[in-house]
């Protein structure tokens, strides 16, 4: 199995990359943006406490998100591995993560942080707003305060995964196929 965290700020392009990466290694895709998405269209009982956090930008309560999380991974362990994109956001969302992984005689393998500095983020995110249907997308406030939430309560993540000699920054700006070619030379360094 092979387990990856596509880690990086709102925008940072992770869906795109997450979608060339399952296509190449055959790994499952699991984005807890998507899932809250699909809840939500679905007027679930989940799908409405999300949406109460998610149309602020803030994040989700981490009982939610890794209940959530949890049910993903477990109807799919005959999967040839993961790719965790939005997920983990928080220090606790990271150690929940292992211990379940641990449960299963798995672990995370690595961490690829894409990065891209805030203007060109809050740009990315704009545009998308223009096609994605995603109320987030659209007010720059809330856009703003995602990718505060992201410095504070996310990025101390790379950190945690760094000490364990699992993290590697990939440079996110460039075309889509420039920034896929960086993050696979990154996968197959690691690959065992
Ligand atoms: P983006 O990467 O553009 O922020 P996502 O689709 O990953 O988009 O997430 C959309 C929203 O869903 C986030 O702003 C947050 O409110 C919520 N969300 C997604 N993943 C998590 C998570 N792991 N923990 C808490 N909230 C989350």
Known sequence: MLNLILFGPPGSGKGTQAAKLVDKYKLLHISTGDLFRYEIGHKTELGMKAQQYISKGELVPDEITIGMLKNKVEANLDANGFIFDGFPRTIAQAKA?????????????????LHVHDEEIVKRILKRGETSGRPDDLDESIIRNRIEVYKSETSPIYDYFDKKGKAYKVDGIGTIDEIFDRLCKQIDSIHI
């Open 97 to 113: 993560l292992e211990d379940y992984l641990h449960s299963r005689s798995l672990e995370v393998d690595a961490l690829l942080a």
